[in-house]
Structure formats: C-alpha cells, structure tokens
C-alpha cells in the first residue's frame, strides 16, 4: 500500500489479507503466482447498489502478476476469479480529516473601554496524519449603520515539513489592541485556522470558534457600578451575525470577479455557519419559553401539547398560549417581549440560509441584516426587563402530602415502530449469512464482507460488529454468539413466532 505523496508516509507491505482500510487517494498494488486472474473493481453503494463497475488491468509481472487500484472516498471490493474459483479484497478508503483547532486563549469574549493593552493567544491544533501551517486571523469592522469598513489582519503564521509530521501543535502569538488604530465602536473577530497538506484546490481549512472584542463608545459608560462579566448569549449571537454579514457583503463585492464554482462553495460556507448560528438564537429562545435547552426538538401546531413556540415551515411562531393573557399577574410578559425579537431573528436567518444554499449572496444580505437589527432590539430588551429575583412560592407539605387522587389507570403501551426498510433487508441478509457458514465458510466470509462494506458508511457500529463476526469465522469454531451481537446492534428487532432465528438455535 503506497498512500499519497502529500502525507510523506512509508509504503508498507501487507502480506496475505481480506481487506484494508487505508487513506483516500492511496494505491493498493496485489501480487500473486500462477496464471492472471480476472478482475473486478467496484465501487459499493449503501443500499446493495454498485456505483461503479470496472475492470483493472491485470499486467504479468516477475513470473506472476500484479494489478493496482487507486482508493477512493466510497469502500471497493475487488474480485479476482481464476479456474472457477474467485477471492474477495475490500478496500475500505478513508477521507483525510480537516485539521480540529481549538482556541484555548482568549477564553471569551469581552468589551474593552479603550484600546489598549496586549492579549495573548494560544490554541491546539490536530491533525489525523500532519499539520502544514497555521495562524490567527483577524476581521475588523469600523463604522455603525449601513456604513462599515472591513479589513483582514494575519498573526502568529506558523509551517511545518512533512518530516517529521506534525500531527498536535500549540499556535501562540499575542495582539496588541493598540497596533490596530481602533476607534469606539470596533469590532475585532479573532480565529484560529489550520491547514494540512492536501493539494486539493477545494480543501477546506479548519478553524475554531469565533472570540469578538469590541471597543466601548462613550455613550455607552453607565454611572453603576457593575461586576465584570463575559457578554450574554445574545450578545455573542449579535456579534457572530455581524461577522458573517461582513464576510456575506465581502464575498457578493467578489463574486463578479470569482468563477461560479468558488462562488457556490464560499456561499455554502457561509450558510453552514449561519444554519449554525440560527439554531444558537433558536436554543435561547426554546430555553425561556419551554425550558428545554434544544431547537432541535420544535413543535408544530396540533401536536397535542405546547411549547411556547410552533414549527411552521421552517420557521418559529409565538402559538396562542404565549401571546394571550400577557397582562394577567404573575406573567412573563417581558420574556415574551425578549423572545419576540429573537423569533424574528430566526426567522432571517433561515431567509439569509436558503439564498446562500443557493449560491445567491446579494440576496441573503437583507435578511441578515433583519436579523441583526432585531438582536440589537432583543439586548435592549433583556437590559430592560429581566432583572430581579423570580417569587417565593410558599407550599404547606403537610396539607397538600396524599391529597392527589388515584383514579386506577393506567397508559397503554404504545406500539413498537417497525425496523426501518434499509435495517430490516440487512437483518434478513445477515440471517442468511447465519445460516450460510454451516455450510460454506468461504461463501458466507464474502458476503459477510460486502455487508460490511455496504454499513460502512451509515451504521459504523454495525460495521464493526460484522468486523468481529469475520474474525470469529476466520478462527473457527462457534460463532453463534458474535452472529447474535452483530443482530443485536442493528436495534428494535421484531421477532415473530415463525421466525428463522432463535436465541437458542445454532444460525
């Protein structure tokens, strides 16, 4: 196995295998005695399709012959067959990792009086096989309104050679506050990225979450007193949102000048981390109106329970029981005054999200700017009205202790959902196997492989139960229990009377 020239890694010899997991783009070369067998190349799909069928060349080599086949993203199998006979080698191709950067330093966020002083830096970086170069990045925005200027600031650049690989480094450097001429009002977007050696001109690099600094106006001095703190969530969303409207408005002034390709991938960029963003402002609002701390769990109208908040084609609504009754006592009528914002807020960024899916940056600059006109409303707000101490609720445990009443029943269970259909054919290909290795070991390792080969890339977990099966067939003797285990972590298997399979029956 010869892996790509990029990774500086040695060609090793791996001896007599039935498959191999090796990285994307390496070429794996076979070797064998006798007369040349045939060959077949394909690429598996995860649903027992076969993308791709070839046929390798086959080249006489040393009194035997060779045939080599080159990974890809997606697993192989490669099937040689020869005087009525066939041998299965699957070849598993593993992507290269974009390097994982983590800011260590500075911890958080913070608003400074004026701009002065010298922060340092630090962050991790990691890598699968090795880092290539490294630095801190820099977005400052000057000016307020419609009016902004951008500019770009690199710090602390580090490289490294293939020799010795790098795979963990840490990125230091320091910034002077005062070297950068900023005004009150600026804001400063500090990253870290990291990039491996990959030679794709597409390659994504790897970066860390985002710290913001921002100078204090003068306007904004309060004459109390108050304990320093890092800035609320919505602060930091306020924040997050205008960097990517920064870099929206960047690259729609570049678009002209950029090929349709690279505009469509930059765009998708930045929707990503707008999708992520959204779903940040989504939490906070889910998290003061249902108590839950998720987005991700929404809620549509007639659900038969409420929330505070209803899914309505991708976007959020105030239901009823949160816009009614707002003047009663005891309401929470500032929550709702917080989170109204906030709902608007979500919902520009989901409009600002579809246009850069679409590779349309000039059109998702509206709605981003929607967004964050409302979380600049949403901070007022919260300045505003959430203060003070929640009531004290007073309860007489002796008087309300046993006074529920039992009314004697009890919920039904609710039926069991059906395996899904893709789960369900590899739990009866899997039942075939079983009973295929009582009587042809060879036959039943092959299929056995390709299963594996096909879960791969959706259900690793089964995958690597498969991986345990193979190897109990290959050492011989029972192999009823790793069969059962591999079963067992495919989840919410039905078993019927008239099945195949028993617990107590040999597959």
């Known amino acids: 196995m010869q892996p790509p020239a990029y990774t500086g890694l040695p060609t090793l010899a791996l001896g007599d295998i ?11 070369l076979l070797q064998g005695r006798g007369d040349a067998p045939t060959a077949n190349l394909q690429q598996v799909g995860t649903d027992s399709t076969q993308v791709a069928d070839t046929a390798p060349p086959v080249k006489s080599s040393q009194g035997g012959w060779e045939t080599s086949v080159q990974a890809t993203d997606a697993p192989l199998t490669l099937r040689l067959s020869r005087g009525g006979r066939t041998r299965l080698l699957v070849i598993e191709g593993r992507p290269d990792s974009v390097p994982t950067v983590t800011l260590d330093a500075p911890a958080r966020d913070s608003v400074f009086r004026e701009p002065v ?18 630095n801190f990045e820099l977005i400052v925005s000057s000016g307020e309104g419609e009016r ?35 005004l009150p009002g600026d804001v400063v977007h500090l990253r870290a990225i990291a990039r491996d050696a990959h030679p794709g001109a597409q390659r994504e690099y790897g970066s860390s979450e985002t710290r913001a600094f921002r100078i204090a106006r003068p306007t904004e001095y309060d004459s109390v007193a108050v304990e320093p703190a890092p800035p609320p969530e919505v602060d930091k969303s ?51 109106l249902s108590g839950e701390s998720s987005a991700e769990h929404a809620h549509s109208a007639g659900d038969g329970h409420d929330h505070g908040v209803d899914l309505q084609g991708g976007k959020l609504s105030m239901s009823t029981s949160s816009t009614t009754g707002m003047l009663e006592e005891g309401n929470d009528s500032p929550v709702i005054a917080i989170n109204q914002p906030l709902l608007e807020a979500y919902n520009a960024m ?9 590779g349309d940056p000039h059109g998702a ?25 929640p009531p004290q609720v007073i309860v007489d445990i002796a008087k309300v202790r046993l006074a ?78 790793a069969f059962v285990e591999a079963r067992r972590v495919l989840g919410n298997v039905v078993r019927t009377p008239g099945s195949v399979w028993s617990r107590g029956t040999v597959p």
């Open 404 to 481: 529920g009443k039992d009314t004697g029943q009890v919920t039904r269970r609710s039926v069991r959902e059906p395996l899904p259909s893709r789960l369900a054919a590899r739990d009866a290909r899997l039942v075939r196997v079983a009973q295929l290795a009582t009587r042809d070991v060879n036959a039943a390792r092959d299929s056995l492989a390709l299963l594996r080969a096909e879960a791969l890339a959706d259900a690793p977990a089964f995958a690597s139960a498969l991986s345990r099966v193979l190897d109990a067939l290959t050492a011989g003797g029972d192999v009823t229990a």
């Open 350 to 358: 989901w409009d600002a999200g579809r246009a850069l899916e679409q």
């Open 148 to 182: 902004f200027t951008v500019r770009t600031v690199t710090l602390g650049a580090m490289q490294w050679s293939k020799s010795p690989l790098m795979p963990r480094a840490t990125l230091r450097g320091s910034l002077n506050l005062a070297s950068l001429s900023l």
């Open 18 to 28: 039935n498959s191999v997991a090796v990285l994307s783009g390496s070429r794996v």
């Open 365 to 389: 600059i509206p709605p981003m700017k929607r967004a964050l006109e409302a979380i600049e409303r949403s901070r007022v707000a919260s300045r505003l009205y959430l203060r003070g101490k």
């Open 117 to 134: 002083g010298v922060i340092p830096l630090q962050a991790t970086l990691r890598d699968d096989i090795g880092l290539a170069r490294a």
């Open 238 to 288: 306020l924040l997050s949102q205008r960097m990517l409207l920064l870099l929206t408005e960047k690259l729609d002034k570049a678009q002209r000048r950029l090929a349709r390709p690279e505009v469509l991938r930059e765009s998708l960029k930045l929707a990503r981390d707008q999708a992520r963003l959204r779903l940040a402002v989504g939490d906070v609002v889910f998290q003061r």
